[in-house]
């Protein structure tokens, strides 16, 4: 078991965790899974996809960033979607001013908003809305709800707000259901556990959770098999690494359990090809809340694009837990 860390660090790490994931897998995205294993991605690269220089991350941690400043002062849904809406039409919190990787459903929402619509009414509710956009920036509220809550996944009112932040730009049960999961394997590896366990009793309550509601049934059998003994028995084969969120999180979970380093767990998400920035982003969040650093991992963090600010705007977020949390 890693060694117990404060919320205002496992903030920080969970956060590097995701931007140095999305940052190696930015100049591979959409590469093949057969290409990668001819040239496997060992570290930092440039140009690529892109063609942006090393340590360029995208749209995974623009919105975690922003997710992350909004939530310093406080749960409010509208700060957040416009700091979203900063970020798509301003360029806002981007590594070089400018916004190059959005998806479908989030430029949806974020357009619906700019209308002078709701935030909580933006998110797209259509089955095929579910691509990987609420899962892959849901990590800072892992925070503030356990500054709020301590171990959450006891508390309906957490999953409500889970539910609502997916929402702004994903409002599918799918995506509201896989953000439960992973929002709960999360607060159990804060808790100090295992990842093993970690995942397992996070996929069964996110699951539960989503079970009390009647016409979700069918949206939460697809996420069976989320056992980490049945996702250890998985081939590579097995494990798709696209862009629809449930596989994301199958594969995030995957590369976390047959790995035991953050920078080998990275690696490993980013080789599975396609969609390689979001799910190292996806792995690197929780692998970062569970990890130290290793050595590897940092020399990549040094090359992260705007890494002062980062640091800076991780540091405000840290400290605006601990102080909720009476620390
Ligand atoms: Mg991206």
Known sequence: MA???KLGKMAEDGIWGLVVGDALGVPVEFFSRESLKTDP?????SHGTYNQPAGTWSDDSSMVLCGAEGLTEGLDYEKVMGLFARWYNEGYMTPHGE???IGGATRRAIEKYSLGF???ECGGREEN????GSLMRILPLCFYLRSCFGEYTGYQTAFDIIGRFSSLTHAHPISIIACSVYCSAASFLMEGHDIASAIDMGSEKGLAACHSKKEWHK???LFDGLSSKELKLQTLHGIKSDGYVLNTLKAAFWCLLTTESLSQCLLKAVN?????????AVAGGLAGIYYEPDEVFDSWKQMVAKKDMIEALCRRFARSLEERQGV
């Open 3 to 5: 060694s117990y860390k």
């Open 41 to 45: 991605v060992l570290g930092m690269r």
């Open 99 to 101: 916004t190059f990787d």
């Open 118 to 120: 709701p935030a909580l």
């Open 129 to 132: 809305d579910n691509g990987n």
């Open 219 to 221: 949206w939460a059998d």
């Open 272 to 280: 599975l090809g396609s969609d390689t920035d979001t799910v190292a």
